[in-house]
């Protein structure tokens, strides 16, 4: 896209984006969650369909003119199916947030109990913190990591969900380098007579891939975000049992949202119809071959990985022997151009403002080609800037070592 009439109505959101190009382009970025979307899912987030309104669902919408924008909603709902093998599919979710709080008013009442992973040990925002929504409305029964192990304690969620008896059971984390055992959950949620729900955003892309289990034959709810490993635009979805699916779709619209956004919706089905293709499969299997590697070789360089390593696409540093706390080294690494976020690690003595830990992924740097050597180089680079992140010289000579490797490795 060029942007030429931008540049003559609005010079400066012209110029952030072409400084954001600039950025994207020119950093190695490692958050564990952001991707590059292809050229046509850009296109589509930029088509005409921004202008539509089309409140309610295709055949069934509330404006004139929806033809086309149901066309593009059942596109993108046919091929979730297909690539997840999900009963029935809800494309509308503006967001993951909202996805999962579609799934919680549909079937909980306020005060009802979700058992869910900590924010602390890896879980995510609105999967109960006490500064969410999901924290308000709902009593909240944390599980977490074993200390020594790393892993999910699966006897643990097991006593809390006999003990606890919650309504709704939540599966899913934002910092969890480790496959998860979604039988083990659906079990325990049978014998707790609770409601099993997965929120697989992080690890969306593997799971279409067949690289990591699914939970789709096992949960009730399966949430995910479209923008993470699976490579689309910023939005959500939710997938469920077809009996959910009317209650699902009454809380997506008119429970919770308005009109959907028929352009994001157009971009889901380009990524899903991406998503069910050969090359996506063989991008994801690199994904989780780089993050492999780069663990390996972190560890290599002395530094501990929460758990020992990964099975999926990213890990988490605990940097509590680098004499470095998280938000330090993500300054450090963000002057020498490599981009990451700082991260509690469970157990963690620091606030979340400070942390012990960094975050790091790697389906960016697999999406511009980089393999094996290259996480080679990075984590040697990782290593550098954290033993001299007080020598701006060094860190100077690191930023330009990670340009050149940028250069070599165009976004678009
Ligand atoms: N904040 C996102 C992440 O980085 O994991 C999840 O919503």
Redesign the pocket.
Known sequence: MNFENLKNTDPEVYQAIQNEIEREQNNIVL???ENYTSPAVLEVQGSVFTNKYAEGYPCKRYYGGCEYADVVENLATERARKLFGAEHVNVQPHS?SQANMAVFFSVLKPGDTILSMSLSHGG??SHGSSVNFSGVFYKIVSYGVNRDSGYIDYEEVRRLALAQKPKLILVGA?AYSRSIDFKVFADIARETGAYLMADI??IAGLVAAGLHPSPVPHADFVTT?THKTLRGPRGGMIMCRAEFAKVIDKTIFPGIQGGPLVHVIAAKAVALKEALTPEFRDYQAKVIQNAKKLAEELVGRGFKIISGGTDNHMMLVDLTNKDITGKDAEIALGQARITV?KNVIPYDERSPAITSGIRLGTPCVTTRGMGSAEMTEISDMISSIIENNNDPEKITRLMQKAQSLCVKFPIY
């Open positions: 958050i564990a969650s993951g995510h925002l934002s955003a992080h975000t976020n």
